[in-house]
């Protein structure tokens, strides 16, 4: 491009708040967010309807808060990028409703994101020199996808979950364990201090030649566990439960990864999503990685949460490519990440 781009971007998909400013998609001016982990904990999981009313409260002031960090008003902006789905619906609506706004105000151009891709994307603003082809594997609460980055707006989808996404897996295991919502970090750093090998969980779809993934059997294999330790009156070592479980996840995880990886000759691997901030499956990733000579890449720990850095990202890649939306963009709620 001959001059450069900022971005306004707003990410509202589930339950953090988020607005942003970015320079040519790979640097950040500003990155706010405002998480709403504290009011949905006591629920053990996000309502939909608080997660919303907090949005509609926040939204204007994060968007404030983002241009004064980065120094730039509102006639800077040159588009505006806004994820469209996949989330909750009334959360979604938030989010696009003021991104409509602004972009017809200004008269700037609309791009919907599609918030899977934004994640893949966090990538490119923690590592300035990365450049597709590249493998990546998505895990979050809601996702896990296992793409082949072909472009910068091109993924192919390989593999996906058949039932719960890792992320809901972990979350779903914690809740069994009485441990608090967010389950996933909580899971992590217990394994640290537990013994992996002590319970032999299954590896769910380990064997298969699909790069398809599955972990409903490995939630219900700990819930029976748990179960059937209760009813022999024995003592339950939570620390040996959270990191016999992450194990055999992030076994699963890994494995498949490094296959297709190797499938595709691909030099580099880059992790996407809430559960890459995992450090048991960073650490075993880069093991096996360094083996098969392929480089790993992950975001920092605030790019893998829900932020719009990231959807500001992917909104200038689409841009650069042509792609954009008119003011009658709507919310996709259930919006897959090969869907046009």
Excluded at 50 to 60: F, G, L
Excluded at 236 to 262: G, H, N, P, W, Y
């Amino acid at each position: 491009m001959e001059k450069d781009i900022i971005t306004l971007a707003i990410e509202t998909s589930c339950d953090e708040t988020s607005c942003a400013v970015l320079k040519n998609g790979r640097e950040v001016l500003s990155n706010i967010i405002s998480s709403q982990i504290e009011i949905h904990r006591k629920f053990g999981g996000v309502v939909p309807e608080v997660a919303s009313r907090k949005h509609i409260e926040n939204i204007n002031i994060i968007i404030e808060k983002a241009l004064k960090e980065a120094n730039v008003d509102f006639k800077d902006i040159d588009i505006v990028g806004v994820t469209r789905g996949p989330g909750l619906v009334g959360a979604l609506l938030v989010g696009i409703s003021s991104a409509k706004a602004i972009a017809y105000a200004l008269d700037k151009p609309l791009i919907g994101v599609n918030h899977i891709k934004g994640h893949i994307c966090a990538n490119y603003i923690e590592h300035k020199t990365l450049e597709p082809p590249f493998t990546c594997l998505v895990v979050s609460g809601g996702h896990t996808y296992l793409v082949q980055a072909n472009s910068y707006t091109d993924y192919e989808l390989i593999g996906r979950t058949r039932d719960d996404a890792a992320g809901e897996a972990f979350d779903k295991v914690a809740r069994s364990l009485g441990l608090p919502y967010p389950g996933g970090p909580v899971i992590d750093k217990l394994s640290k201090v537990g013994n992996p090998k002590a319970i032999d969980f299954p590896r769910p779809c380990l064997e298969e030649n699909s790069y398809d993934f599955s972990f409903s059997g490995l939630k219900t294999a700990v819930l029976n566990y748990l179960n059937q330790m209760k009813q022999k009156g024995e003592e339950i070592v939570v620390e040996d439960v959270a990191a016999s479980f992450q194990q055999a996840v992030i076994e699963v995880l890994v494995e498949k990864t490094i296959r297709l990886a190797k499938e595709r000759n691909s030099k580099t691997i880059a992790l996407a999503g809430g559960v890459a901030a995992n450090k048991g499956l960073r650490n075993l990733l880069e093991i096996r990685g360094s083996k098969e000579g392929i480089e790993i890449k992950y975001p920092s720990t605030t790019l893998c949460t829900d932020n719009a850095a990231m959807i500001g990202s992917c909104a200038y890649f689409n841009y650069i490519s042509g792609q954009s939306s008119d003011l009658g963009l709507t919310v996709e709620p259930n919006l897959e990440l090969d869907q046009k």
